[in-house]
């Protein structure tokens, strides 16, 4: 088993800068892929970013690339997104998953989420 635990959410000015970071504890996090998904008002959750166990290898949602950055520290078991040039439709609830698979981009590919952390973005 693997617990994750989200922080670093909160409330951003459009344009703004948030970091979220994500705790792992149990099973060896470093083994495993993990990533970002979100669920913003009224929608269903989407993926936002994911890493592979090694960090070399990460991908995006089309809405955020080229302004969010996912990192891994396999040291300290903690996964983290650099969000930038904040946009009010990134406003959401953000959540850690991670995977035993390779590829993580799709809700049914994780096997293990976090409990989630609010993001807003005011205009």
């Known amino acids: 088993q693997v617990q994750l635990v989200e922080s670093g959410g909160g409330l951003v000015q459009a344009g703004g800068s948030l970091r979220l970071s994500c705790a792992a504890s149990?099973?060896?996090?470093?083994?495993?892929?993990a990533g970002w998904f979100r669920r913003a008002p009224g929608k269903d959750r989407e993926f936002v970013a994911s890493i592979h166990w090694l960090g070399s290898r990460t991908h995006y949602a089309d809405s955020v690339k080229g302004r969010f950055t996912v990192s891994r520290d396999n040291a300290k078991n903690t996964l983290y997104l650099e969000m930038s040039s904040m946009q009010p439709d990134d406003t959401a609830v953000y959540y850690c998953?991670?995977?035993?698979?390779?590829?993580?981009?799709?809700?049914?590919?994780?096997?293990?989420w976090g409990q989630g952390t609010q993001v807003t973005v005011s205009s």
């Open positions: 149990g099973q060896t996090f470093s083994s495993l892929t």
């Open positions: 998953a991670a995977a035993r698979q390779v590829l993580l981009i799709t809700p049914v590919d994780v096997d293990y």
